[in-house]
């Protein structure tokens, strides 16, 4: 199976004939680009082999809510994939579990899949493994509340601890599988999801990308930093086959 590459550019980069720019350099089957909302159509445009995704989505279709974007609109622009509560939304603009599972359910409605973000503050990981499993866990079993059973078809999680993001200090292969693997059990057996892709996602480098997607319970990778070099990032996609 192609291993999926996800580049979340987040805030950057901060015009859009960069944006293009880049998306035709990484433009790759397997890859799915995340730019920031307003360069969307210029970069759906550019990408022939891979896919759009898009960083959040909201969870109303339309009516009084200042700044939001639907899934609806999204599917319009070719959005195949939405990031949702990645750890950065959850920490500048207080995103919760429930406003999470309540997007994951709006994406399934407009025919986007979801990844799903969870992971754990250091605090937690300091705990030690059985309390960073309780931890992200609780993460899903609260969201996947909001996503109705006919909607539960394929969705990707995405493990991300924060301490690993962007901090160059990655998980270790091991401990990252056995997260990933049991993210998408939990929402195989426990919550009857039919089709769950598990990514890993921090610190993920040209380096090291290959290490992860060696490992069989990994299905891909969540690159924020390296998404934006290109030379590193086709790397990080060769690796992967
Ligand atoms: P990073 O970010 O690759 O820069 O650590 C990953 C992410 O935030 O998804």
């Not at 996800?6 to 995340?34: H, Q, S």
């Not at 920490?91 to 799903?116: N, Y």
């Not at 490992?215 to 996609?237: H, N, P, Q």
Request: charged fraction near 25%.
């Amino acid at each position: 199976m192609l291993k999926l590459i996800v580049a979340n550019w987040k805030l950057n980069p901060t015009v859009e004939k960069e944006a293009v720019r880049l998306a035709r350099a990484v433009d790759t089957k397997g890859v799915v680009l995340c730019p920031p909302f307003p360069f969307l159509a210029a970069v759906k445009g550019r990408v022939k082999k891979g896919v759009l995704g898009a960083q959040d989505v909201f969870w109303e279709g339309s009516g009084a809510y200042t700044g939001e974007v639907s899934g609806e609109m999204l599917h319009e622009l070719g959005a195949k994939y939405a990031i949702v509560g990645h750890s950065e939304r959850r920490m500048h603009l207080g995103e919760t579990d429930e406003m999470v599972g309540k997007k994951c359910a709006a994406a399934l409605r407009t025919r986007i899949t979801p990844i799903l973000c969870v992971g754990e503050p250091l605090a937690v990981r300091r705990k030690g493994t059985a309390a960073v499993l309780r931890y992200v866990r609780r993460q899903l079993a609260v969201a996947v509340r909001y996503i109705p059973k006919n909607l539960r078809r394929s969705i990707v999680v995405a493990y991300e601890p924060i301490w690993a993001i962007g901090t160059g200090i990655p998980c270790h292969v091991f401990e990252a599988e056995r997260m990933v693997k049991a993210c998408a059990a939990f929402l195989v057996i426990k919550e009857k999801f039919r089709n769950v892709h598990g990514l890993y996602g921090g610190s993920v480098s040209g380096q090291n990308a290959k290490s992860y997607l060696d490992a069989e319970y990994i299905d891909g990778l969540l690159v924020g930093g390296a998404s934006l070099r290109a030379e590193e990032f086709k790397k990080i996609v060769a690796a992967g086959r």
